[in-house]
């Protein structure tokens, strides 16, 4: 048997064989495991960023997974944070835009050690 993987994020999920609706076989030795993404580039449009935040931050790299409307990034809950040294900042209104492409906007003083 031969099938696509969709485009997905997550490590260790089970693969289900679904048909009509109903699971025919659970293998749970079989898991499958996405790549964790990597980001090769940035870019800030005008800067400096101001520290009132709002700035949009484009982020290019790989395995970023499915756009963030799709139902299976609602479905995991996931969400985007950054770390610089020990503090996690929470950007607004990120979004996977494509495999290679996610953007967010800055919060307020959220880049203030970075400058």
């Known amino acids: 048997m031969l099938f696509a993987v969709p ?3 997550g490590a260790q ?7 009509a609706g109903h699971v025919v076989m659970l293998l749970p030795t079989l898991t499958l495991s996405y790549k964790p993404p990597t980001i090769s580039s940035w870019t ?3 800067q400096p960023i101001s520290t ?3 700035a949009t931050l484009t982020f290019s790299g790989d ?3 499915p756009g963030s409307n799709s139902g299976e990034w609602r ?3 996931a969400t985007i944070t950054a770390k610089y040294g020990a503090a996690t900042y929470v950007a607004r209104n990120c979004a996977v835009q494509r495999q290679d492409q996610l953007t967010c906007d800055t919060s307020v003083s ?3 050690p970075l400058l």
Do not use: D, M, W
């Open 110 to 112: 959220s880049l203030l």
């Open 63 to 65: 395995s970023f997974g």
């Open 52 to 54: 009132e935040g709002g």
């Open 7 to 9: 485009a997905g994020i």
């Open 44 to 46: 800030a449009g005008a």
């Open 13 to 19: 999920l089970l693969v289900r064989l679904n048909l």
């Open 75 to 77: 479905r995991l809950r």
